[in-house]
């Protein structure tokens, strides 16, 4: 993890929060789990998690930070991807499902504030890549962000603030690159 950091930052131990948003299918051929709302068509019901877990850099789980459960109405499906697009640009952060991600990094900010002696990093997927989590306030000590980038999409490092970021980084060099495996991959 200290690599991710750059240098200086070893000399304290670290504590990685993983944040991302699984489906829970709950789909049923022959009858429908009761409350479970649609996932990305009719045919597929569920539930969405989006869990902060926290890891040592040896990948030790040391448990579940927080965790926000929802659901999508039925008004989701009937709507043209426009008329969604539209509605989103509208909406503000806090009438969006975008909002678990600062959510996620608040908890992950909480949790630093508690640990002083832990130097506590936050990793996000590239949906986090939103004005709000940027501008959102890291504390003392800092929680520090990091963002997995797409191919295509800038990488940054442990950006603080998006007007520093936007005016000062020109050098978006890639500190480490790993790969997870997954079951579903």
Known sequence: MPALLG??????????????????????????????????????????????????PDGTPLGTLWCQFWTRDEES????????????????????????????????????????GVQCVCIADSEADIYEVFAEPRGEPAVHWHGRARIGMPCWNCVR???????TSTDFTIRANTTIGCCWA
Request: hydrophobic share 35%.
């Open 7 to 56: 240098p200086g930052h070893a000399a304290l131990p670290t504590k990685a929060a993983l944040q991302w948003t699984p489906t829970l299918d709950l789909t049923r051929p022959q009858q429908q789990v009761k409350d479970a709302g649609p996932l990305d068509t009719e045919a597929r019901r569920g539930v969405f998690m989006h869990p902060l877990h926290a890891f040592t």
């Open 77 to 116: 499906l009937t709507k043209s991807a426009e008329e969604k697009r539209r509605e989103r640009k509208a909406a503000p952060i806090e009438d969006k499902e975008s909002l678990r991600w600062l959510e996620g990094l608040r908890q992950a900010r909480a949790s630093a504030q508690k640990l002083p």
């Open 161 to 167: 603030s998006i007007g520093r970021y936007w005016a």
